[in-house]
């Protein structure tokens, strides 16, 4: 099933990783038209397109939330990785 974010969720999520556009397209595969677009939510994106933002930045350690009264949320989990980094 896919998760229904808007381009608040995607903008924050990449500020809670540091990476700009470019890095999110360069990781998706995508352009960075595609993800300003969205982003700013002038566009309705397909389906494709959603799943492939969503997944990498789920891979990247973000959950996105969404509650049926219209509450949304992005959290960044840091990987066993980042934790061990942050202890040197």
Same mark, same amino acid.
């Given at each position: 099933?896919?998760?229904?974010?808007?381009?608040?969720?995607? &903008?924050? !999520? &990449?500020?809670?990783?540091?990476?700009?556009?470019?890095?999110?397209?360069?990781?998706? *595969?995508?352009?960075?038209?595609?993800? !300003?677009?969205?982003?700013?939510?002038? /566009?309705?994106?397909?389906?494709?397109?959603?799943?492939?933002?969503?997944?990498?930045?789920?891979? !990247? *350690?973000?959950?996105?939330?969404?509650?049926?009264? *219209? &509450?949304?949320? /992005?959290?960044?989990?840091?990987?066993?990785?980042?934790?061990?980094?942050?202890?040197?």
């Amino acid at each position: 099933m896919t998760k229904l974010v808007n381009g608040k969720q995607i &903008r924050s !999520a &990449r500020g809670l990783l540091g990476w700009s556009q470019s890095k999110l397209a360069q990781e998706s *595969g995508l352009s960075i038209n595609s993800v !300003a677009k969205f982003e700013r939510e002038e /566009v309705n994106t397909t389906t494709g397109t959603l799943i492939t933002l969503t997944t990498t930045l789920e891979n !990247a *350690g973000i959950e996105f939330w969404n509650y049926k009264d *219209g &509450r949304f949320g /992005v959290m960044f989990i840091p990987s066993q990785t980042d934790q061990d980094k942050n202890e040197d």
